[in-house]
């Protein structure tokens, strides 16, 4: 008897209470055909593996790409097309049977853009700008666009406000009021956002989960507009003297600057190159680190302004 009972408690039961799913799923796009998945293990711990779905079907017809073991972290799914919807799942697997999905991520190969005039956040297809979806935002104007892995954020330079916004249910999730009278651009890097203020020349540096100022300094220019963080420097977009700036994170000093002609306003780098919205050309130009043009296109609106990547 004694024996049986030692046996029976080697291999307990899941309780449906103890099922959790895993934390903080992120998905990042490399601009290419690659599309990486990360996340923690669940609070409880007592999975022993994961599996990852993917759907490209607005939701819907989930097809399983891999089961992976307890220690895996990270997925890459190298087998996405361009300017395309792909949603993603990823669940715990317990000894008993299946355990719990995480956050469900979307991710669009392609760029996304914002228009002042037109209030709503576009998805276009990067090799010709050709517009395959759009949809409103509750904002006066949305000014630029930063990805965090899960969620979409952007400035709302009209409500001086930052807003977390969820691509798939199309709902504000998180608001703070922005630091500085005019936010303009907004670029994400790790835990941070980066914004600028368009009307104070400067750049704060915001805590994602608390809206906390942890760092600001002056502006390369006295009109800031778009940001873009390329896993080292930020780039910056000044209006008035039509330059795109490279700077150091941490304390503002930059290391190039390029004259591109014209007022630039949002920026985005998809992992080799970078992407800025032109309001004097109302085009969107695609550039190398150097600032030569690679090529360009009309924006879709008139007032072309917030790009992002979701790297």
């Given amino acids: ?126 090799r010709d700008g050709r517009v395959v979806g759009s949809f409103p935002v509750p904002a006066v104007e949305v000014t630029d666009l930063a990805w965090d892995g899960a969620y979409l954020w952007y400035a709302d330079g009209g409500n001086k406000r930052v807003c977390q916004f969820d691509p798939i249910t199309r709902v504000v999730t998180k608001v703070f009021d922005a630091p500085g ?33 942890v760092n600001s300094y002056g502006a390369p220019g006295p009109q800031p507009h778009g940001m873009a963080y390329d896993g080292t420097y930020l780039w910056v977009s000044e209006w008035m003297n039509w330059s795109i700036y490279k700077i150091d994170p941490t304390n503002g000093t930059v290391k190039r600057q390029i004259i591109v002609g014209g007022a630039p306003e949002g920026l985005a780098w998809d992992g080799t190159y970078l992407w800025n919205a032109c309001s004097s050309y109302n085009k969107i130009f695609k550039r190398d680190s150097n600032g030569s043009t690679i090529s360009s296109f009309p924006a879709p609106g008139p007032e072309a302004d917030g790009l992002e990547v979701q790297r």
């Fill in 1 to 126: 008897m004694v024996c049986i009972l030692l046996t029976s408690c080697s291999n307990p039961v899941t309780s449906e209470e103890s099922k959790e799913p895993p934390r903080d799923v992120t998905a990042s796009w490399d601009g290419g055909s690659n599309v990486r998945l990360a996340w923690e293990a669940s609070e409880w711990g007592g999975e022993t593996g994961y599996e990852v779905w993917r759907s490209a079907r607005n939701r819907s017809d989930y097809v399983k790409l891999a089961t992976l073991a307890k220690g895996e972290r990270f997925y890459t799914d190298g087998g996405v097309e361009p300017a395309r919807d792909y949603y993603y799942k990823v669940a715990t697997i317990y000894s008993d049977e299946a355990g719990k999905f995480g956050h469900e991520i979307f991710i669009f190969t392609g760029l996304w853009h914002s228009d002042r005039s037109l209030g709503k956040i576009l998805k276009l297809d990067m």
């Fill in 181 to 213: 009278y005019d936010p303009h651009g907004v670029a994400r890097a790790g835990a941070y956002l980066w914004l600028s203020s368009y009307w104070e020349g400067k750049i704060y540096k915001v805590d994602l989960r608390t809206g906390s100022v």
